[in-house]
């Protein structure tokens, strides 16, 4: 089978045209093949196969869909994962892992980014039963596990929110309120008051400003960066985070965090190998540059607000790869 083909829809990846016993369907992509049952996800390729919680499998597919495969790799866990060449997407196991590759056991296949979206997409909303929400923190959802029972589309079709220019500003007005956002449980205690704006007159529609605070702390959802201001490529891309971040990301540019309240660990690894770089511990007000060569992991004990800064440029992945510009931004 072509791996390029654009054309091919979702249902060409189904495998039967009867679900399986435990009522999900099977899916395929290239000589990759899903299954899940109760309890696990199942991969296999032609050199290996893997299990995955099934709890862990939707909450990492359920960003790299509403992502759109994100910047650079996403990491399942240690073996399976998606990098983004922005066009094609690699769908890999044990590329990313010593192991696997000493051993030979390692694989990858490109397809057109709509291939895989398209079955991402399908696989994560058969396999999410009713009540669970893989963006929720886990204290804050029904369990993914059991035979099929119903689906959750509303829940698994939500996109980031991305502001055009910032939100506030007219057309990316982004209200929250009581009805459509309340304020999470453990932001209670965040002030709610917006700041007062006094433009010259005729400045009105131009000089915007609103409490970031206020606005994440209505967030619904966790680990999910949200685009709040557009500034050439610079975005700036705040979220709530609790628990553990469901994907391991490999970046391919460098990016800043900004620990907003409470606090995150990361761990960071060699993004090639897996190998354990450094664990930092992030506070609020702890700012950090996250290198273009490295994979890391967020650990938030209470829900925490942070502030990844990202340089969208397409140029980046490509310039850091030859080496014409530095995995750190600065040296000291
Ligand atoms: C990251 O990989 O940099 C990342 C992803 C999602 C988050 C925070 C950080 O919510
Ligand atoms: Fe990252």
Redesign the pocket.
Known sequence: MSTTETSRNTNDAVIASEPNHEGYREYELGHFRFRRDEYFAYVTWPTGDHTLSIDDFLRAMQ?DVAWDFFYGTVNFDAVVGTVNHYGTVDLFAGSFNEVYRKAERDYVENFESSVIRETFKAMLDDWTIDGFDPFASPAETDKPFGVKAGSNTEAVTRRRVAAQRMVGVPGDEQIRTDETHPINRMFADVPQDEPVVQAEPGYEDKVVAFNLFAYLSRSNVT???SVVSVCKESLYCP?T?EYI?P?I?G?DRV?W?VQLSDEIKWVVEDRETGVLRSKVTMRAGDVAA?PGDIR?Q?YSPKRSM?L?WENASGELPELIRTGRAPVYPVDF
């Open positions: 960003r680990w999910n960066p979220t985070e971040l994907i990301h970046n990016e965090f996250m890391h967020g942070l990844v």
